[in-house]
């Protein structure tokens, strides 16, 4: 996994996925090439606002063209799986925790951004059904999941975004028992996986008190085609 996140990511010259070093791996042990730069405290407490949202536009960049056009993300987005080079390049580590995709899934997925974004409530209702999120659509209150999946993207299709644990605070109340949907959602498992992505990754983002503008990425991602993995033989 992580030498197909490597030839996947070759032409991004700001993301670093650590090359194997294959004669030094086996079965039970995993070698990886040398990355010189900093944790993510360190980076933390000192790198100025500018290296701060760079760092967050590739960690964004990284997360969601994985989800959006490879069908695959790095499913553990937590603080000790980044290093922050001097350069302002991004090292993700650890693909351990990797999760592919069904091509049919991720369309399902792909529209829901897509209506979130264009605001499109019947797109957004189909899209909602086909994923498989909706357990009883009689009782499903659809005009919430539009609010809980419109805050979720928000980062994606604000003009300009900042994130904060108030936004992260936001979330939680949304999906917390008080959701009128909360007997009624049906979680497909696969889907947990981009939810543990997108809200783990926005909360490592309100750590860093990251912003910017990634409409443009969404949409980049969006008007591509998928293109599995291209996972290696070993």
């Known amino acids: 996994m992580q030498q197909a996140f ?5 032409d991004d010259d700001q993301v670093v996925v650590p090359a194997i070093v294959p004669e030094r791996s086996s079965a039970t042990i995993l070698t990886s090439t040398w990355v010189d730069g900093d944790g993510f405290e360190k980076f933390r407490a000192g790198a100025s606002p500018n290296d701060r949202d760079r760092a967050a ?28 080079l001097p350069d302002g390049r991004v ?3 650890d693909f351990g925790c990797v999760r592919t ?18 605001r499109d409530r ?15 659509p009689a009782h499903f209150d659809f005009d919430h999941f539009f609010k809980v999946m419109e805050h979720l ?3 994606l299709i604000a003009e300009h975004f900042r994130f904060t644990n108030e936004f992260v605070r936001e979330g939680y109340a949304y999906n917390g028992p008080a959701s009128p949907n909360a007997r009624t959602l049906s979680i497909p498992p696969p889907y947990v996986w981009v ?22 990425l ?4 969006l008007s591509h085609s998928v293109e599995p993995l291209p996972v290696l033989e070993t």
């Not at 019947?122 to 009883?136: N, P, Y």
């Not at 969404?218 to 991602?221: A, C, G, M, R």
């Open 6 to 10: 490597a030839r996947a990511f070759a």
């Open 218 to 221: 969404l949409d980049e991602l």
């Open 57 to 84: 536009a590739t960690m964004m960049r990284f997360s969601y063209r994985s989800l959006f056009n490879f069908a695959a993300i790095q499913a553990d987005p937590h603080p000790g799986n980044f290093i922050f």
């Open 101 to 118: 995709f069904e091509l049919g899934l991720l369309e399902h997925i792909r529209d829901l951004a897509r209506s979130v974004r264009d």
């Open 153 to 155: 993207h928000r980062p």
């Open 91 to 93: 090292a993700f580590l």
């Open 122 to 136: 019947r797109a957004f209702r189909k899209a909602a059904i086909d994923l498989g999120v909706v357990g009883r």
């Open 195 to 216: 939810m543990r992505l997108q809200w783990g990754l926005t909360s490592i983002l309100a750590k860093l008190g990251a912003e910017g503008s990634f409409t443009g």
